[in-house]
């Protein structure tokens, strides 16, 4: 058996292992005693670091609990120790899985920093969403759909469009989809608001029972036609805590995505011409005309 085998199997454990490993205590002494989980050939495994696992698993605290996920960071530990004993640790494969580990987890690290620091929204600025919207509250409607599936090129659809906007009824929009010459793949479905993505649910508030919509996709497009919809509006309170969630996590988005931007453009990135998305740009602009 060579390194390289074992390594491809062996590297999940190790990598499982790492971050308890990198904060583990070597000197038995030096740790408190309460604190110690348990000892595997004198290393450490300390009761955070299990609280730790069993959070990540989603699992509730309980003995029955604890002790499993004992038992299976023990086995990781374990693992991690006949490892480095054959030298999987130095082991080029192993390196980089260590390395790519390490960075993800610091990345996400400071992703989770940028993300706390993004201000929570005011209760004028929750009520300013809320009267934004009505296609999400004051008017919100459940829908049941008639989806449309169809492949074809921008110029059919541009000149199906404004028949399907003017279609009649549920089935003169399908009428004109067949007259065209298109092959549609049909299917019915109820939706929720919440399902759809804000720029289409502005446009579904506004149609009628029998209307259609036409909507561009890559290759193609999809038509939806309201079969019927029912009224349900959710009042303020009901969405107060709803919105503002919603923005919070918005807002941790866009602190994440600013931040990660602003590091970009102060730093000094050097790519190899493989690998440099500027020199693929002018190649694909240049294969599309």
């Known amino acids: 058996m060579n390194h390289s085998a074992a390594a491809v199997r062996l590297v999940s454990a190790v990598l499982a ?19 110690v989980a348990v000892r595997v050939n004198g290393r450490e495994i300390s009761v955070p670091q299990l609280q730790h696992v069993m959070q990540q698993r989603g699992l509730a605290a309980s003995p029955g ?4 996920v004992a038992q299976s960071v023990v086995d990781q ?15 080029p494969r192993v390196i980089q899985a260590m390395e790519a580990a390490r960075r993800e987890v610091l990345a996400k690290a400071y992703a989770d920093v940028l993300a706390e620091q993004a201000p929570l929204a005011s209760s004028v600025e929750v009520d300013q969403f809320y009267e934004r919207h009505p296609a999400l ?14 492949a074809a090129e921008p110029n059919v659809l541009q000149s199906l469009q404004p028949r399907v ?19 549609p793949t049909v299917r019915e479905l109820t939706v929720s608001p919440e399902d759809v993505p804000l720029p289409l649910l502005e446009r579904l508030g506004q149609m009628r029972d029998g209307q259609s919509l036409l909507v561009p996709q890559p290759g193609g497009a999809r038509i939806l036609t309201v079969l019927s919809s029912r009224p ?17 996590n918005e807002r941790k988005g866009k602190a994440v995505s600013g931040g990660l931007k602003t590091l970009r453009d102060e730093a000094k990135i050097d790519y190899s011409p493989r690998f440099d998305p500027k020199a693929s740009a002018p190649a694909a602009a240049a294969s599309a005309s």
């Open 17 to 35: 292992a790492l971050a308890m490993s990198a904060c583990t205590p070597r000197d038995s002494a030096s740790a408190d005693p309460s604190q």
């Open 77 to 91: 530990e374990l693992a991690a120790q006949a490892a480095a004993k054959q030298g999987l640790d130095r082991d």
């Open 65 to 68: 609990a604890a002790q499993r």
């Open 137 to 150: 509250f004051q008017q919100r409607r459940l829908f049941v759909l008639r989806e449309i599936s169809v």
């Open 232 to 248: 349900a509006p959710v009042s303020r309170e009901a969405a107060r805590q709803a919105i503002h969630a919603f923005l919070a």
């Open 165 to 183: 906007d003017n279609a009649a009824d549920p089935s003169a929009a399908l009428d004109t989809v067949r007259d065209a010459g298109l092959r």
